[in-house]
Antibody
Framework: EVQLVQSGAEAKRPGSIVRISCKVS????????MRWVQQAPGKGLEWVGL????????KYAEKFQGRVIMTADTSRDTAYIEVTNLRYEDTAMYYC???????WGQGTLVTVSS | SYELTQPPSLSVSPGQTASISCSGH??????ISWYQQKPGQSPVRVIY???KRSSGIPERFSGSNSGNTATLTISGTQTMDEADYYC??????????FGGGTKLTVL
């Protein structure tokens, strides 16, 4: 059974950094890229980017370029997203999902507040 | 950047057919997926590659893509189908783009 299990909710100050993890099981981690999707409260889905665990290649949506870093640790079968210089508008649920969108994590709520 | 447009809301009665549209320039040249999201839950993929049903998705869900419009059709809509629905396309070989979402109400 494929599972994507994300780390818990985070409360952060503006200007700080948050790191969210997504641990996978049930398939070979390096076989597929991992994607991240943002959903602000009451809003729609927005694609943030992806990381390929096989070669560490990344691709980010233009909106997030320069402020997000995606990595993958093949020894832990875990993908990470780091959002730097947090802003109030980064308050959102962040989801990891497999390359084809067929499996999703449970989501991680990031709240940015002073 | 590429944009997908969906109607914000749609209301149908139980048993009726719900058709949710997703429009974009030359959309038929791209593969479309559809996701269902219920309150407080992660999205669930219901359709991929325009018209293929994901595993475990009821047959009443179907998809099509022609010209500039993709359509998710739910035949014999049930109250359990009430949810937000998002279309998603590949903007390049790797990038995704989502539509704004459609809130389906069944009453």
């Amino acid at each position: 059974e494929v599972q994507l299990v994300q780390s818990g909710a985070e409360a952060k100050r503006p200007g700080s950094i948050v790191r969210i993890s997504c641990k996978v099981s049930g398939y070979t981690f390096t076989d597929y890229s991992m994607r991240w999707v943002q959903q602000a409260p009451g809003k729609g889905l927005e694609w943030v980017g992806l990381v390929n665990p096989k070669n560490d290649e990344t691709k980010y949506a233009e909106k997030f370029q320069g402020r997000v870093i995606m990595t993958a640790d093949t020894s832990r079968d875990t993908a990470y997203i780091e959002v730097t210089n947090l802003r109030y508008e980064d308050t959102a649920m962040y989801y990891c999902t497999t390359d084809a969108g067929d499996y999703w994590g449970q989501g991680t709520l990031v709240t940015v507040s002073s | 950047s590429y944009e997908l447009t969906q109607p914000p809301s749609l209301s149908v009665s139980p048993g009726q057919t719900a058709s949710i549209s997703c429009s974009g320039h030359k959309l038929e040249d791209k593969y479309i997926s559809w996701y269902q999201q219920k309150p407080g839950q992660s999205p669930v993929r219901v359709i991929y590659q325009d018209a293929k049903r994901s595993s475990g998705i009821p047959e009443r869900f179907s998809g099509s893509n022609s010209g500039n419009t993709a359509t998710l059709t739910i035949s014999g809509t049930q109250t359990m189908d009430e949810a937000d629905y998002y279309c998603q396309a590949w903007d390049s070989s790797t990038a995704w783009v989502f539509g704004g979402g459609t809130k389906l109400t069944v009453l």
